[in-house]
């Protein structure tokens, strides 16, 4: 069974770093696409960044340069460095994870996280 478990949320003022963790079990973690999703209240869930098997990695725009998304395959974890935080950063924030990385781009991946809180005060 695929779980995925999201760690490192909190509250941080603008300007703060946060690294977000999501440990994955269940399936061989090296082949299977990953990325960070993030929904604040009222808004539509948002793609944050996705790191393809080759290492590859895509972000949106309003988090190049200040995230930093990375795994470590031996540990079968996921990473998301926050630098940098701004107020509308604020959001949960989700793992996700599927053998294709169509379905895990556009958002419809088979496996999700249960969510870790991000808060950045001004």
């Known amino acids: 069974q695929v779980q995925l478990v999201e760690s490192g949320g909190g509250s941080v003022q603008a300007g703060g770093s946060l690294r977000l963790s999501c440990a994955a079990s269940g399936y061989t973690y090296s082949r299977y696409y990953m990325g960070w999703f993030r929904q604040a209240p009222g808004k539509e869930r948002e793609r944050v960044a996705v790191?393809?098997?080759?290492?590859?990695?895509t972000y949106t725009n309003s988090v190049k340069g200040r995230f930093t998304i990375s795994k470590d395959n031996a540990k079968n974890t996921l990473y998301l460095q926050m630098n940098s935080l701004k107020p509308e950063d604020t959001a949960m924030y989700y793992c996700a994870a599927d053998p294709s990385s169509v379905k895990l781009w556009i958002g419809t991946a088979n496996y999700w996280g249960q969510g870790t809180q991000v808060t950045v005060s001004s």
């Open positions: 790191i393809y098997s080759d290492g590859t990695t």
